[in-house]
């Protein structure tokens, strides 16, 4: 029938007749495409932060300072510092809170040991919300901005001879309850010093604890020498942030550094849209003309900033072998584990940070030494080290002629004056 041109038809309600050949789908003509929307939804950031029981960061600070810049650090949470209100020079002048890296710190109140800080980047803002200790714990938190991104960071650090472990618990629940609604972006990290990967019923009363408030705990690994799990990172699970890696790293003292790389959600970003020109359709005689023509000692040339950092003066070559000796140690330890090795790495890293605070000792020293008898010298190598500035005591915003006028007025006001104050004493006559 097809080939006389004779198609099969059926009949159609109202008489109509209704092809069996024609195609049998949607028309894609009567669809209606949304115009795109220039609001990107999220981004993700990658932030590596980490979390150590330095056990006295006073002597050690530069230890850590070091290993801080290495390994890329953005922000950590040390326990145990031992830092002092009394003893203010301590934290002020410490490595963490220089060279690139900016330090806060919660104390423990009148009693030695104990404290929390917060170290991060000088290119994010931290602002600490609250500290204080509780029944069987310190916290400190802080609300840091980092990338764009907002974090509340709380540092936990339990001293044993507080609470019983069942106490602490009962203690950090009733805490934690109040504290998750009220920050977004919310990481607790910190020393709770609780064997968190044993079968006791404590542990278990603890991770139920957790699980009930949305909480996650994301270090599987031994974080103390004895092979405890003591450290712990812990996170919303429904927040913005995504831990994609925990790590051990260096040990310090008895407990190794927690490293643990972050992915934060960074939201309502606005996309921008660029114009761009073919590297084909450009007359290129043309553009070399232009650019022959034109004036580079002009106004319109871009600048940037780079931040160059001196070397400290007293890291020489003797502290490089060291360093290169203690990271062959640590190599060797965190391969094989035998106990020589640890020893080894020990006794080279006790051997390293002594020779970094005799070093820092003799500089120092020297350096004082040579501003005997210039106090303006000695003064600036102060301030070189606690981090100050001496402020500008002229006034600002003046021109230099309209300011020296005011000096001329001045002086010549305070003569008129004394003259005038001279006429209000008795005349003394001689006898």
């Given amino acids: 029938m097809s080939d006389v041109r004779v198609h099969r038809q059926r009949g159609k309600r109202g008489g109509k007749l209704k092809s069996l050949n024609k195609p049998q789908g949607p028309n894609l003509n009567n669809l209606i495409y949304p115009k795109r929307t220039n609001t990107v ?12 029981n ?9 230890f850590i300072g070091q290993i801080l810049r290495e390994e890329k650090i953005d922000f950590a949470i040390l326990t145990e510092t ?16 220089q060279y690139g890296y900016k330090l806060s710190v919660t104390n423990r109140p009148n009693r030695i040991g104990g404290g929390i ?24 938190i802080w609300q840091l901005i980092l990338k764009n991104i907002t974090l509340h960071i709380m540092g936990v650090y339990r001293p044993p001879s507080l609470a019983t472990n069942s106490q602490f618990v ?12 009220q920050y977004s972006n919310l990481m607790i990290m910190g020393d709770f010093n609780l064997h968190i990967d044993d079968s006791s019923s404590v542990t278990a009363d603890f991770k139920d604890s957790l699980f009930a408030m949305g909480l996650t705990q994301h270090v599987d690994f031994s974080t103390h020498i004895g092979g405890n799990i003591l450290d712990l990172v812990i996170t919303e699970a429904t927040n913005g942030v995504e831990v994609l890696l ?43 003309q232009e650019f022959e023509n034109i004036d580079i ?58 020779a970094i605070e ?14 005997k008898g210039d106090s303006k010298k000695l003064y600036a190598l102060v301030s070189e080290l606690t981090g100050t500035k001496s402020e500008n005591p002229m006034p600002s915003g003046i021109s230099d002629s309209t300011l020296s006028d005011n000096f001329a007025d001045y002086f010549m006001n305070k003569i008129s004056k004394i003259r005038d104050s001279l006429h209000e004493f008795n005349k003394i006559q001689a006898n």
């Fill in 170 to 181: 009962s203690d950090f629940s009733e805490f934690i309850e109040n504290i998750v609604p």
């Fill in 117 to 140: 800080a917060l170290t991060h980047r000088t290119t994010s803002n931290s602002r600490r919300i609250s500290n204080g200790v509780t029944r069987s714990f310190e916290f400190g």
């Fill in 246 to 288: 925990c790590e051990p790293g260096t040990l310090v003292s008895d407990h190794y550094v927690v490293k643990v790389t972050l992915n934060v959600k960074k939201e309502n970003i606005l996309s921008k849209t660029f114009k761009t020109r073919s590297w084909r359709d450009v007359n290129e005689p043309a553009l070399i």
């Fill in 297 to 354: 000692d002009t106004d319109d040339v871009d600048t940037y900033t780079k931040i160059c950092r001196a070397p400290k003066p007293w890291f020489n070559e003797n502290i490089v072998v060291l360093k290169r000796e203690l990271r062959k140690a640590e190599r060797l330890w965190t391969k094989y584990k035998e106990p020589e090795q640890l020893q080894t790495y020990k006794n080279l890293r006790n051997k390293y940070c002594h």
């Fill in 54 to 62: 330095c056990r006295s960061a006073i002597r050690k600070d530069s």
């Fill in 82 to 97: 031992w830092f002092s209100d009394h003893k203010q020079h301590q934290f002020e002048t410490s490595d963490l809170n």
């Fill in 358 to 371: 005799r070093e820092k000792t003799l500089t120092l020293s020297e350096k004082v030494s040579n501003s």
């Fill in 41 to 52: 939804s999220c981004k993700n950031e990658k932030v590596t932060c980490a979390t150590l």
